[in-house]
């Protein structure tokens, strides 16, 4: 909080689950970024989903046909990879069965609910940069623990990382641009591998 305030920022704490917070604010401000997630992998993960679902429905209900544009994050990981080997992009479906699959109805319920102006960037799997949290660290960490950094089968399974200054920007222009009912992938790169990053990683903190 201190941290926004130097910034210039109003922070107003709350939870994911302070639906009457998220309503009040949403209502008040010209625009909402809805960046929120429990990143805790031991709880339950259809719940975590479940307040997801539920805290996009509070702010959609909240400006729905006020036009204020609402941005979300989600994910790029849920997209099935094309049998050709080409890129995905925003029409490809998602993977069967795949376990993240329905966090996509907080996605869903932002850009197709009726007289809402909602848009979703559907980030890359690996975020990094100013020593941010997510996968990419948490692969850094398991390289020291175990002293080698790995990868699956030959490491030849195409990923995107994505700058976190450049994620910035997006939902910036997202806010500023975007149109409703529009799905934006945040990639920064499609080019790098997971031995890429493997091989990255294992640089860094001097493993095999």
Known sequence: AEKLRALGATPILGTITAHDILARESDAADASI??????????????????????????????????????????????????????TDETTPLRPNFFAAKRMQSEVNATAKEGVYGMSIRLSPYVYGRGGKGFLLMQIAKAVELNESLYINDGSYHTSPLHVEDAARLFISAVLKGMAGEAYNGVGQTDVTLKDMAEAIGKLVGVP
Do not use: R
């Open 34 to 87: 809805h960046l929120a997630w429990n990143h805790d992998w031991s709880a339950d993960f259809n719940k975590t989903v479940d307040g997801d679902i539920a805290a996009v429905n509070a702010i959609c209900a909240s400006i729905k046909d006020t036009g204020k544009p609402l941005v979300i994050a989600s994910g790029g990981a849920g997209a099935q990879p094309n049998s050709d080997g080409s890129e």
